[in-house]
């Protein structure tokens, strides 16, 4: 149980262009999902935590107009990078907020590279 | 200064070696923690909440000391398979929970 998706696993894209990222919770609901952003060598960072049914809440230092973000229902929230630059290209992460106990499940993360 | 500082390695041992890794934190409202393994290009995977009693889960025993505020994983007997990046979190919870990851500690077990 408690299994998160990610979708895609990686992606290409040129500079300019935008590229969505899918988070689902395939065997629980999850009112929370969060995103991170991991680049080589360094640790996961919070981007923001989303809300099934409000808008999420960034962290300090993250464009909302950039990283839209969209959480619709309780398996499944987007993240959306606009406009992509090289310096977007990242290790993004996705986790949910387990119901029951809190605890926070991973998925397999997206590499995005921007050219 | 990082609210979760880790020793970034890498720690070479050999099969068999006990290792240790410690983790400081700076945010003294933390109030839980978690050692969480990441293998290159995964994402990361929890390994053991830490508790200030000690917790121990086969060859993985983790302690919290909240009065120093740091945090330590002891690994015995290491196998080949623990070779990867162990990452210190603290969490606050609140609205909703809120963790925060360390760079992270290499570890390499070599035979």
């Known amino acids: 149980g408690a299994v998160v998706s990610q979708h895609p696993s990686w992606v290409i894209c040129k500079s300019g262009t935008s590229v969505k990222i899918e988070c689902r919770s395939l065997d629980f609901q999850a009112t929370t999902m969060f995103w991170y952003r991991q680049f080589p060598k360094q640790s996961l960072m919070l981007m923001a935590t989303?809300?099934?049914?409000?808008?999420?809440?960034?962290e300090q230092g993250v464009e909302k107009d950039k990283f839209l973000i969209n959480h619709a229902s309780l398996t499944l929230s987007t993240l959306t990078v606009t406009s992509a630059h090289p310096e977007d290209s990242s290790f993004y992460i996705c986790?949910?907020?387990?119901?029951?106990?809190?605890?926070?499940?991973f998925g397999p993360g997206t590499r995005l590279t921007v050219t | 200064r990082k609210e979760v500082e880790q020793d970034p390695g890498p720690f070479n041992v050999p099969e068999g070696a006990t290792v240790a890794f410690n983790c400081t934190y700076s945010?003294?409202?933390?109030?839980?923690f978690f050692w969480y393994r990441q293998d290159c290009r995964k994402e990361p995977k929890l390994l053991m909440s830490v508790y200030s009693s000690g917790n121990e889960d086969g060859r993985f025993t983790a302690q919290l000391n909240r009065a120093s505020q740091y945090i330590s994983l002891l690994i015995r007997d290491s196998k080949l398979s623990d070779s990867a990046t162990y990452l210190c979190?603290?969490?606050?919870?609140?609205?909703?929970?809120?963790?925060?990851f360390g760079t992270g500690t290499r570890l390499q077990v070599t035979l």
């Open positions: 986790s949910a907020e387990g119901r029951a106990n809190y605890e926070q499940y």
């Open positions: 979190v603290s969490e606050n919870t609140g609205t909703a929970s809120k963790l925060t």
């Open positions: 945010n003294s409202a933390s109030q839980s």
């Open positions: 989303s809300n099934e049914g409000s808008k999420a809440t960034y």
